[in-house]
Structure formats: C-alpha cells, structure tokens
C-alpha cells in the first residue's frame, strides 16, 4: 500500500513542477480563446464624449457662459498658476468684495454641468489671469495637495461666465499657511488633489 501512495505523491509532484509558469510581463494577455477586456467607447453626446472630443480654443470668447449661470449671487474667480507645481486653481471671493478676501482654492468641476475653463483650451495654462464669473458654494471637505503637503478650500463649480484677460493679481499664491518648503513626494495621484472627504474623489 505504502508503494502505491508514493506513487501517487510522485505523480502529484509531477504535474506541479513540470506545469509551465507564463512569462513575467508588463502587458495583460487574456486567458486563450477570450478577448482582452476593453473600455465601453463614450456615449455620444455625455458629459465625457464631449470632454474628450469637443474641439479646443486658443482663448475663450468673452462672455461665453456654461452650467447654471442664472442666480444673481455669484463669485469672482482669478486664473493663477502654481509655479511650485501646486494643484490649486486660482482665487475665488465674493462679488463686491476685495481681492485681499479672496481663497486659493482647488476646483472641483461638475460633469455634465461646468468643468474648469480650460477644459475647453489647447492649454492647460491658456486662462492664465483670466478672471471668471463663477456659480457655485465651498464645500465642506478640503482638498489635500500632496504635491505640497498643504490643505485647500474646495469650489463646487456649477457654471461660470467668462470677463477676460486681467492683470496679475499681488496675491500670494497657495494655502495662506504655505511655507517655502520643498514639494513633497508623496504623491502617486499626479494632476489633481485627494478631497478629504472619503466619500468623494
């Protein structure tokens, strides 16, 4: 009896040492006889078709307005870019109020409603001191740039209505506790900011 279970443990081992492993690779090869797996292509018309394959602009028309833009309460945003790399915005302050009570703020775009101007450019710096209407409230999260290690106010953007090319503004750029410290490089999630609200990314 002793021999035959041998046997059988040989043959076990057998298949199991002389099974072929696949190859390492970098590329995803589906199991033979099914097809790779695939992307569904965008719905013509939604909110990403138009995203992805809407034609670009050189610059925004002057009063070119999307989303909801009818509430007469709104903000005033100003278009800056973070020479630190930084994934803020710009700066957002109420209509009728001064620039010196103005946020850095990250934007969060709306889908299918308004998505940051530039969306709609050949540059992603093409708005750069642009000023904007905007619609829209703060959330109540703040963004996290782990670029810079710093925490910003989030703008739900629900529409906006372009004012044109303005003068830089004096402000300063970044979280107004932002200190001249080194980017960090915590990051894996380049181009966009971690909302610290766990239930939105």
């Not at 394959?53 to 028309?61: Q, R, V, Y």
């Not at 450019?121 to 905007?134: I, P, Q």
């Not at 782990?146 to 989030?154: A, N």
Request: charged letters at 25%; proline letters at 11%; hydrophobic letters at 35%.
């Amino acid at each position: 009896m002793r021999p035959f279970f041998f046997c059988v443990l040989l043959f076990i081992a057998g298949l199991f040492s002389f099974s072929p492993l696949p190859a390492e690779t970098d590329t995803y090869v589906p199991p033979v006889g099914e097809a790779p797996p695939v992307a569904p292509p965008l719905k013509k018309g939604s909110p990403l078709d138009h995203l992805a394959n809407d034609p670009k602009m050189e610059a925004l028309p002057v009063g070119y307005k999307e989303g909801r833009t009818s509430d007469p309460i709104y903000y005033i945003a100003h278009r800056g870019i973070d020479d630190m790399g930084g994934q803020g915005w710009g700066w957002v302050k109420k209509n009728g109020e001064s620039w010196g009570s103005a946020k850095w703020i990250a934007l969060q775009e709306t889908p299918g409603t308004a998505v940051a101007p530039f969306r709609k450019l050949t540059k992603r710096d093409g708005d750069a001191n642009w000023e904007f209407k905007f619609w829209g409230s703060y959330a109540s999260y703040k963004a996290y740039d782990p670029r810079l290690d710093e925490l910003l106010p989030v703008f739900v953007l629900q529409g906006y209505e372009v004012i044109g090319p303005e003068n830089p503004l004096n402000n300063k750029i970044g979280s107004p506790d932002r200190s001249n410290h080194r980017r960090s490089g915590a990051s894996s999630r380049e181009g966009r900011p971690i909302l610290t609200d766990p239930g939105v990314d």
